[in-house]
């Protein structure tokens, strides 16, 4: 037999099975985005790698060790896309809608890293990801956790957990930057080789190390939340004061620094213990030197993005049911004659009821085993068109999930027996 092709370790198929979670996670956040004013935008998948590497920061874990990047056939680099806020700047620049304008938008779709792949974390994984371009007030990034809340809360998701920080101005950054530089340098041999690198590089990484063997030496370390400017403090606590009053909790974690360097003040993340190790759903915050750093007029900026794989993940644990996509119909057709008919029967159902999901029976059999077909689909009701039914042009009825005589309906009347169904249902109009 000749050798199968695999798939790529870390990038996954989405099944069947698993798209009716992935649906109603998608559909959920368009609601929620539309409500707020939020217009969607499709960046493409790849981008010129200086795009990453100027903006996630060249000494970052994605950066340096993460990012899918090839040459192209006429010896461009391109990157796939290892998070998409510096595509969203690039777009935003590159067409001009940051001119005095206030942008919402959000966009959906795969993003690709390099990681070592494990429960909740693979090499393409999906992100929502939200960015609001040209507002500096704390009521901004406010706006943004409220709507993350209210999407948990449409989806039916209980428990997720706020955590917040300010990484200050990129001053306070640079002033914190030489404590802490000042700090680590006397714990030089506790630190990881990766960690004594960053120590000359960039040092707040040291931070965001997994490493356990460090984790007493960063616990001690400074807190820049404790070294903020007076405008990000006032930022920071304005922010504090909006959640509360909207009756949102949350923790303040100093020790939330981020993967990526562009942050400036506001970070946060929404977390779960019920994930394992990845419990980080959604992450984000404020860039406002990005949009000028990647070469556009300086323009503050916010955003975050939500991890739909994990997110799904949690939809599981917590026994969240996505809507049904089973088909309502199945009609199966017995005979040449019936075989004809069948889909322009078929076509008109679709026009009398909009909603309906009526599959025709494909492939041969008898009715013994097309109704196993039927049954394994999923539908309520299995639609019998035989040759008697022709003749006397009516449909056999039968109910495949509850008890009942089967039941001759005349063709004439089925589109409105059917509408009948998916009202009961909830779905029809
Ligand atoms: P991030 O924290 O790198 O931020 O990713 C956001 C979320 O994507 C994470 O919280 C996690 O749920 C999910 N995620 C990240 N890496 C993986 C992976 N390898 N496998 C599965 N899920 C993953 C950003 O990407 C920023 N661009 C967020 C942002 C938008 N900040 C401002 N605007």
Redesign the pocket.
């Known amino acids: 037999m000749t050798a199968r092709i695999q798939g790529i370790r870390g990038m996954n198929d989405i099944l069947p099975g698993e798209t009716p979670y992935w649906q109603y996670v998608e559909d959920a956040a368009r609601r929620v985005l539309d409500a707020y004013g939020y217009r969607e935008i499709r960046p493409p998948l790849l981008e010129r790698t200086e795009l990453f590497a100027r903006s996630i920061g060249e000494v970052t874990d994605i950066v340096e060790k993460e990012m899918y990047t090839f040459s192209d056939r006429s010896g461009d680099s391109l990157t796939l896309r290892p ?3 510096a595509s969203m700047v690039r777009a935003a620049i590159e067409h001009s809608l940051l001119r005095g304008q206030i942008q919402r938008l959000w966009t959906m779709g795969p993003m690709f ?1 390099y ?1 070592r792949p494990q429960k ?3 090499r393409q ?1 999906h ?1 929502i ?1 939200v ?1 609001v371009f040209g507002a500096a007030g704390p009521d901004v990034d406010a706006e943004l956790i409220l709507l993350t809340s209210r999407l948990w809360r449409a989806l039916g998701l209980p428990g997720l957990r706020l955590e917040l920080n300010s990484l200050g101005t990129r001053d306070a950054q640079a002033a914190y930057r030489s404590r802490l530089v000042d700090y680590f340098r006397r714990y030089r041999d506790e630190l990881d080789e990766d960690s004594r690198r960053r120590l000359d590089t960039n040092p707040l990484r040291i931070l965001d190390s997994k490493n356990s063997q460090m984790q007493h030496l960063i616990e001690a370390a400074p807190k820049l939340v404790e070294h903020l400017d007076a405008e990000s403090d006032e930022h920071f606590e304005e922010l504090k004061a909006i959640l509360a009053a909207a009756g949102i909790e949350f923790r303040v974690n100093p020790r939330l620094v ?3 360097d562009y942050y400036t003040r506001t970070v946060f ?1 929404w977390v779960t213990e019920r994930l394992g190790a990845q419990g ?6 404020r ?1 406002d030197n990005l949009v000028a750093d990647i070469g556009g007029e300086p323009a503050p900026a916010t ?5 739909m ?2 997110l799904v993940a949690l939809l599981r644990t917590h026994d969240v049911e996505p809507p049904t996509h089973a088909p309502h119909a199945y009609l199966l057709a017995l005979g040449r004659d019936a075989a004809r008919a069948a889909h322009p029967l078929a076509e008109r159902l679709r026009e009398q009821c909009p909603r309906l999901r009526l599959v025709v029976d494909g492939g041969e059999g008898g009715l013994k085993r097309r109704l196993r077909r039927a049954d394994r689909s999923g539908a309520q009701l299995a639609l019998i068109l035989g040759e008697d039914e022709v003749r006397d042009a009516c449909l056999s009825v039968k109910q495949l999930r509850t008890p009942a005589d089967q039941a001759r309906v005349p063709q004439t009347e089925l589109g409105e027996y059917l509408q009948r169904v998916l009202v009961d249902e909830g779905t029809g109009q």
């Open positions: 998070e998409c806020t890293r990681e909740g974390r693979y994984f992100q990801d960015e981020r993967g990526l993340e980080a759903v959604c992450g984000g915050g860039y955003g975050f993005a939500i991890g794989e994990r």
